[in-house]
């Protein structure tokens, strides 16, 4: 085992650890950082999640693991009753940094750790072509295939650059590029029978699709059957990023920008007020400003296109008509989420004649 060894001044978020220039990634802390993403990576591929929000390396990042550390921390993950997740960019993000440090060191155990990575998501895919958000399957809705916070999608394209070659995750032999290239063209032929039709027209996709019916499904409490006006862009993205794309494609992506144009939301803004009379002394209102950019909401309603605000199941049409706790606590209104896809990448997309740029 490597000592897993760091200067204990030293912090970084995982975030950051993506996004460094390539000569980092040589570095004795890269390869620290490296070694404890190793370490968290479960026997079948894949990583867990530690809690609500963070996954494993989150701490992997910062941890000096001594060895008797590394002895509770293994005994720990021995109890552990839940699986791996995508969730949150968990598993395709320790992918992809274990690939790059290969490629700035050379040394064989990160690109085995990748490798076992990319078994468990050719595992981990449902006959259907999609991904949930954990695996081995849990009950309930993160069974279903899952678009929510970029699970699906952030899988597909690591597969996607294993199959196509791409530096640096083009660690794997031919006979498990093929599968990769099996499985991509399934993923793809799973998004675009998700895709959701409202009178013969293609709108865009649900944060959750039935594993096997591939029909919009309801997640937690708050996502019902809807329309994302979120998640749907990183799925737009990915299809064009396609370098030869079937018409199937090219009319999905049309489909999805024609629909992004008729969801914007013109004419007013979401502002966070100050309001002693509230817990946290704040609110937060929808007000009118003929001025504002367009904006869009997280759910639209299949069918009407109106957007939607749910509280335990119940939806509602005004953001006012929420509880405090719900307005304050969710993002149901005011992203920009679609705004750089329709006014540069798809534009760009249409000059390259539809074609994706590896």
Known sequence: MVALVAPPSWSRT?????????????????????????????GIGGWYKNDGSVHSSGHAATEDLAEEQR?????????????CTLDNGATHTEMRYLATVHAATGEDRFREGFVKGVRYLLK???????????????????????FNDGAMIGALSVLDEVANRRAPL??????????????????????????????????????QHDEKTL???????????????????????????????????????????????????VG????????????GGRDRRVVKDPKAESIWARYYEIGT???MFIEQGVVKYKLEELSHAHRIGHGWIGGRWPARLLAVEYPVWRERGGRGER
Request: proline content about 6%; charged content about 25%; aromatic content about 8%.
């Open 170 to 207: 083009d660690l794997v032999e031919e006979e498990l590029r093929a599968e990769c290239s099996r499985a991509v063209a399934n993923g793809i032929s799973c998004i675009l029978k998700c895709q959701i039709v409202v009178k013969g027209r293609k709108t865009a996709w649900c944060q």
């Open 71 to 83: 002895e509770a921390h293994r005994a720990a993950l021995r109890k552990r009753t839940f699986p």
């Open 14 to 42: 995982w975030r950051e650890c993506l996004g460094q220039e390539a000569a980092w990634y040589g570095t004795e802390e890269a390869i620290r950082i490296a070694d404890n993403v190793l370490y968290y990576q479960s």
């Open 305 to 307: 296109n109106r957007p």
């Open 268 to 279: 007013v803004r979401v502002v966070t007020v100050q309001d002693d009379s509230l817990p």
């Open 215 to 265: 029909a919009p499904a309801q997640g937690r409490v708050s996502e019902l059957p809807s329309i994302s006006g979120a998640e749907s862009v990183d799925v737009v993205r990915y299809l064009m990023s396609i370098e030869q794309p079937s018409p199937e494609v090219v009319n999905a992506v049309e489909g999805a920008v024609s629909w992004f144009e008729r969801a914007r939301i």
């Open 124 to 146: 981990a895919q449902y006959p259907s072509g999609g991904w949930a958000q954990f695996y081995p399957l849990r009950p309930g809705y993160s069974s279903r295939i899952t």
